[in-house]
């Protein structure tokens, strides 16, 4: 089966402006998660969504905000752009969420560059 | 929250070498998988792996969970085995994955 799929894998945006990432899980997973990767600082939670819902959020400012539609596809929005904001953005899907004691498995990967 | 420290962060190794690399989590966790980052960026599940012993192919991993550490073992390597490997654990709650920040491998032929 498919599995996840971001789009779109690479942008570059003005600082100020805002983005849209999107991903579609694994068919039948009905959890997503947001990460961010920097060099700096690693691989960090942005948030969850299951069925809808947000369930957790990482320490991030509300700056970054996400949804889930019913057909479990996710949308992260990141507003006000930075450009300590470029990294790799990566989406993950799961059956239960990452306290569920399943596989997660990984997009691969927004892309953005904040210039 | 819960800390994860991967050692080496560095490897350099010839093709056909076997290595071992280490995972200690702070805390006891109820998920915790190893990863390989591709050159795209991509996280390849190797194991989803919160206590136990698994193997698949040249690759197997083993948890301590009461002693808090996972292990990662390659045999034989392949070029292609070069990356990024990170582990990744759950502590409880309602969490995200918390990843170490990883060993990064090279395999020269």
């Known amino acids: 089966k498919a599995g996840v799929t971001q789009t779109p894998r690479y942008l570059i945006k003005t600082r100020g402006q805002q983005v849209t990432l999107s991903c579609s899980p694994i068919?039948?997973?009905?959890?997503v998660s947001w990460y961010q990767q920097t060099p700096g600082q690693g691989l960090q939670f942005l948030f969850e969504?299951?069925?809808?819902?947000?369930?957790n959020k990482g320490n991030f400012p509300g700056r970054f905000s996400g949804r889930q539609f019913s057909n479990s596809r996710s949308e992260m929005n990141v507003s006000t752009l930075e450009l300590g904001d470029s990294a790799l953005y990566l989406c993950a899907s799961s059956t239960s969420g990452p306290v569920g004691g399943n596989t997660i498995y990984f997009g691969e990967g927004s892309w953005l560059t904040v210039v | 929250g819960i800390q994860v420290e991967q050692s080496p962060p560095d490897l350099i190794l010839q093709e056909g070498a076997n290595s071992t690399l280490r995972c200690n989590f702070s805390d006891s966790v109820n998920n915790l998988q190893w990863f390989h980052q591709n050159p795209w960026g991509q996280l390849i599940n190797l194991f989803y792996i919160p206590s136990g012993t698994k193997q698949n192919g040249r690759l197997s991993a083993t948890t301590v969970a009461t002693e808090r550490y996972s292990l990662l073992y390659i045999s034989s390597s392949q070029t292609t085995d070069s990356g990024v490997y990170f582990c990744a654990v759950v502590r409880g709650g309602a969490d995200g994955l918390t990843f170490g920040k990883g060993t990064h491998l090279i395999i020269q032929p």
């Open positions: 969504y299951f069925s809808e819902t947000q369930r």
């Open positions: 068919s039948g997973h009905r959890s």
